[in-house]
């Protein structure tokens, strides 16, 4: 069935850092794909999505290439900030099954 | 106001217990979910409804069961409560017109933390 590989985290940077989080998917089809974030005592909130392969999501500094030879969405950015200190997670809709396939997520801690 | 809020936001029961947890929306979205968090396993889809007449079971669905009142109302039941349903859950919902086919947006809730004792 559809599935999506996160790296293991937890990740831990110092601020200005590059960030990378890696994920990886299977799916029959071709899925759209998704990271969302889910900060301290919240619920998570898209971040990004790319809906077709070369596709580049963006949003707040984060950037992601949808990958369809390598089946990768990895999760980018160049400067990471103290308030970017949350958990990441890579999801995959597919429109045969109209759900999200969640990766287990990623915590990301930024130390100043 | 927050879009999609849960009621409680904080519940600790004991083994056996009969418990609901509510969502509520005010997005006027026709598709809601619940889904658990556990630590490492990432989120997992317990129900969803794409419209007051339809429910559907997720990946976790034994132990739970939901009604939906309303478009705007999705609740879950944990029927006998055990410790191993002592997780964090959310509602989400997402609008099916948004979809096109490319899956749509899902807004969440602020989650309810459950400690079954």
């Known amino acids: 069935g559809d599935s999506v590989t996160q790296m293991e985290g937890p990740v831990t940077l110092s601020e200005e850092a590059f960030l990378t989080i890696n994920c990886t998917y299977t799916?029959?089809?071709?899925?759209?794909l998704f990271w969302y974030v889910q900060y301290p005592g919240e619920g998570l909130q898209l971040l990004l999505k790319?809906?077709?392969?070369?596709d580049k999501g963006s949003n707040k500094g984060f950037e992601a290439t949808y990958r369809k030879e390598t089946t990768s969405f990895h999760l980018e950015k160049g400067s990471v900030q103290v308030s970017d200190s949350a958990v990441y997670f890579c999801?995959?809709?597919?429109?045969?099954?109209?759900?999200?396939?969640f990766g287990k997520g990623t915590k990301l801690t930024v130390n100043p | 106001d927050a879009d999609v809020t849960q009621t409680p936001r904080n519940r600790i029961t004991k083994t056996g217990k009969r418990i609901m947890l509510e969502c509520s929306q005010t997005?006027?979205?026709?598709?809601m979910y619940w889904y658990r968090q556990d630590p490492g396993l990432g989120l997992r889809l317990i129900y969803y409804?794409?419209?007051?007449?339809?429910?559907n079971k997720g990946e976790i669905s034994d132990g739970y069961s939901v009604s939906r009142q309303a478009q705007a109302k999705f609740s879950l039941s944990l029927e006998s409560a055990i410790p191993n349903q002592t997780a964090l859950y959310f509602c989400?919902?997402?609008?099916?017109?948004?979809?096109?086919?490319?899956?749509?947006?899902?807004?969440f809730g602020p989650g309810t933390r459950l400690l079954v004792l």
């Open positions: 409804s794409f419209d007051v007449k339809d429910i």
């Open positions: 999801a995959l809709y597919w429109g045969g099954s109209e759900k999200l396939v």
């Open positions: 989400a919902t997402s609008d099916l017109s948004a979809n096109q086919g490319f899956g749509e947006t899902q807004y």
């Open positions: 997005k006027g979205h026709d598709r």
């Open positions: 799916a029959t089809g071709y899925p759209s």
């Open positions: 790319a809906t077709k392969a070369d």
